[in-house]
């Protein structure tokens, strides 16, 4: 059984993270707008 390489791992989670944290800007900036 191979072990993932730990830059792999890091790649992945970074990934995982940037893409919450574009969610959680994108959700931020549509909840300022002012609802008209």
Known sequence: MA???IGEVIKDITADVQTIIKG???LAKA???PQV
Do not use: A, L, R, Y
């Open 24 to 26: 959680e800007i994108e």
């Open 31 to 33: 909840e300022m707008m």
């Open 3 to 5: 072990e993932p390489q």
